[in-house]
């Protein structure tokens, strides 16, 4: 068996190279970015727009704090260009759609169109598990957001339709097999639950859905969910994945990704998780990238050189979100950009 870090080595500069290419010829564009809220007295969602511009100036960080590295951007710019390529982004359990500013950011200087919602009942400020208890709401929330951008007049016009790719990391996962065929199934999933009860994504499902009647509609999520508009998919090392009926996944027909994270995390197991999408998913069209580098929290912001110190400090200590992989994740996240463009472009 080959070693995973020559995997992500040789990875690595290929890429790096291809990326050297890519920046001379592609790109051309600046970063300009918009928030709005699709009203809805079912679900308001708030939904953040990186797209390509020439403007300059004022240029603002976008996603800054005291523990993650922002990306500057020119607010409300004019978009600039057409035939531009769309990518959506379902944020993990409790993140929003600042943990990929990064992605958004490298895509819109490369003529992408990013647009990523907070997904209500399983965002940061918006944790409420009764909201967090139907599901299918995310799926729908990436749908109604690319639906909401094919109607924009000033977006609408700018999108090449046959270029539409989605990505979603952990619980964005989940979404985002869902918007391409994948069915979840409650009773598989609670049979797997059984058998590894150590997962981290059996506690997060069973504190979301505690106390529910397993009658309740909010258990049938074996619903068709998928998206015909989206043409290609990027599952950042997700959780769940045993949920999914075996069958819905060998029906899966578009190109994906999947990328699992190394073994720093005992309860999100890549061999129970992302392999087991590998393992159902045609081979034809799906592909599977291993980074024994990268943690489960390599796929969001680049950490400021203190957030450890000050997540420590903090009362609740989540300082494994920026160790183990410092040193590397700007890496990653340059592999990950240049492999999502090579997808689509």
């Known amino acids: 068996m080959l070693n995973k870090l020559c995997i992500l080595f040789t990875?690595?500069?290929?890429?790096?190279?291809?990326?050297?290419?890519?920046?001379?010829?592609?790109?051309?564009?600046?970063?300009?970015?918009?928030?709005?809220?699709?009203?809805?007295?079912?679900?308001?969602?708030?939904?953040?727009?990186w797209y390509p511009t020439h403007q300059t100036e004022p240029r603002e960080k976008i996603g800054d704090n005291i523990i993650f590295e922002g990306e500057y951007a020119v607010r409300n710019a004019k978009l600039a260009g057409k035939n531009h390529p769309v990518i959506l982004i379902s944020h993990g359990f409790g993140g929003s759609w600042r943990n990929q500013v990064w992605l958004a950011s490298a895509l819109s200087h490369q003529g992408y169109i990013v647009a990523s919602p907070n997904h209500p009942g399983t965002t940061t400020k918006n944790m409420d598990r009764m909201v967090a208890q139907n599901m299918l709401e995310r799926p729908n929330d990436i749908r109604r957001t690319l639906t909401y951008?094919?109607?924009?007049?000033?977006?609408?016009?700018?999108?090449?339709?046959?270029?539409?790719?989605?990505?979603?990391?952990?619980?964005?996962?989940?979404?985002?097999i869902e918007l391409i065929g994948g069915r979840f199934s409650a009773s598989l999933f609670e049979h797997a639950c059984q058998t590894y009860p150590f997962l981290a994504s059996?506690?997060?499902?069973?504190?979301q859905m505690q106390s529910l009647d397993k009658e309740s509609d909010y258990f049938k999520l074996d619903k068709n969910m998928q998206d015909s508009r989206i043409q290609a998919a990027f599952i950042f090392d997700l959780g769940l994945a045993r949920g999914f009926t075996k069958d819905s996944l060998a029906n899966i027909n578009i190109p994906t990704l999947v990328v699992?994270?190394?073994?720093?995390?005992?309860?999100?197991?890549?061999?129970?998780?992302?392999?087991?999408?590998?393992?159902?998913?045609?081979?034809?069209?799906?592909?599977?990238?291993?980074?024994?580098?990268?943690?489960?929290?390599?796929?969001?912001?680049?950490?400021?050189?203190?957030?450890?110190?000050?997540?420590?400090?903090?009362?609740?200590?989540?300082?494994?979100?920026?160790?183990?992989?410092?040193?590397?994740?700007?890496?990653?996240?340059?592999?990950?950009?240049?492999?999502?463009i090579s997808y689509l472009h």
């Open 202 to 207: 059996c506690k997060v499902y069973h504190q």
């Open 260 to 340: 699992s994270a190394g073994d720093f995390d005992k309860t999100l197991p890549a061999e129970l998780e992302s392999q087991y999408l590998i393992q159902n998913m045609p081979s034809s069209t799906t592909e599977y990238l291993s980074l024994d580098a990268a943690t489960h929290f390599s796929f969001i912001g680049i950490c400021k050189a203190n957030a450890t110190t000050i997540l420590k400090e903090e009362e609740i200590d989540d300082s494994y979100i920026c160790e183990n992989d410092t040193n590397q994740r700007q890496a990653i996240h340059q592999l990950l950009v240049d492999k999502i």
């Open 149 to 176: 951008l094919l109607s924009d007049p000033t977006f609408s016009v700018a999108i090449d339709p046959l270029k539409i790719g989605v990505v979603g990391h952990s619980y964005g996962g989940l979404t985002a």
């Open 11 to 49: 990875l690595l500069l290929v890429f790096s190279l291809s990326a050297n290419a890519t920046s001379v010829e592609q790109v051309e564009y600046q970063s300009g970015f918009q928030e709005t809220t699709i009203m809805d007295d079912h679900r308001p969602l708030d939904i953040a727009i």
